[in-house]
């Protein structure tokens, strides 16, 4: 059983940057596909970005490209997600995710089968 810890969230104005952890608890962790979702209050969990187990791919919502990047330090056993420019609307839990079918990533949450406790990022305008 692997378990996922998120850190790295915290109240941060507008324009500004968060880095986001994810440290998984097992080694195993490195050969799965990792994403980050959020959910804001009142909506749906959505996808954020995903990255590969090789750490070679990645994958972005159209509402973080260009501002987010997901990574992995396989040593550390942790993925990261660097948020640059944050605006209001990204203020949400986020979560992190890992698929352990050792495939390729996924941009929805069923193939992920385990989730951390998600960390909260609050932007303010």
């Known amino acids: 059983q692997v378990q996922l810890v998120e850190s790295g969230g915290g109240t941060v104005q507008a324009g500004g940057s968060l880095r986001l952890s994810c440290a998984a608890s097992e080694r195993v962790f490195n050969a799965y596909a990792v994403g980050w979702f959020r959910q804001a209050p009142g909506k749906e969990r959505e996808f954020v970005a995903a990255i590969n187990w090789l750490g070679d791919s990645t994958l972005y919502a159209d509402s973080g490209k260009g501002r987010f990047t997901v990574s992995r330090d396989n040593a550390k056993i942790t993925v990261y997600l660097e948020m640059n420019s944050l605006k209001a609307e990204d203020t949400a839990v986020y979560y992190c995710?890992?698929?352990?079918?050792?495939?390729?990533?996924?941009?929805?949450?069923?193939?992920?089968?385990?989730w951390g406790q998600g960390t909260q990022v609050t932007v303010s305008s």
């Open positions: 995710a890992a698929d352990s079918r050792m495939g390729p990533y996924s941009d929805y949450a069923a193939p992920y089968d385990y």
